[in-house]
């Protein structure tokens, strides 16, 4: 009886050896990354999607920045949208959405209105 337990003891810790360095293995070789010929490493895939992904999250955020300070009912923080908005429509100004119209809109009206003549300059 002490033999079998003995020999099943020994095919545990052997499979748990060897199963521990399969592991480390494995997560080791999934962590190098690839050179490009200039011998610096990669850290992201040349992925057009991911790249995608990002530019338009970040395109929200500018976005939902800007919507967020020109609705705000508290002056000091409306005067925030117009850079905002100017900084959305440098990078991306020549999209062809409605958010981007939306943007463009209302940025020529705030700068048609700070301007314009005013009722002080008659």
């Not at 399969?22 to 991911?50: D, E, H, K, R, Y």
């Not at 009912?73 to 959305?88: I, L, N, W």
Request: glycine share 4%; aromatic share 10%.
């Amino acid at each position: 009886m002490t033999t079998s337990i003995n020999t099943f003891r020994t095919l545990f810790v052997s499979l748990s050896s060897i199963s521990v360095v399969l592991l480390l293995t494995m997560s080791i070789s999934a962590q190098t990354t690839t050179t490009s010929s200039g011998g610096t490493a990669v850290q992201f895939p040349n992925n057009p999607q991911w790249r995608r992904h990002t530019w338009t999250t970040k395109r929200r955020e500018c976005n939902a920045r800007f919507t967020d300070f020109r609705r705000n009912v508290d002056p000091e923080q409306q005067r925030f949208a117009y850079p905002t908005a100017k900084a959305y429509l440098r990078r991306w100004g020549s999209e062809k959405d409605a958010e981007t119209k939306e943007v463009i809109k209302w940025v020529a009206e705030y700068e048609r209105q700070s301007t314009g003549p005013s009722c002080m300059q008659l």
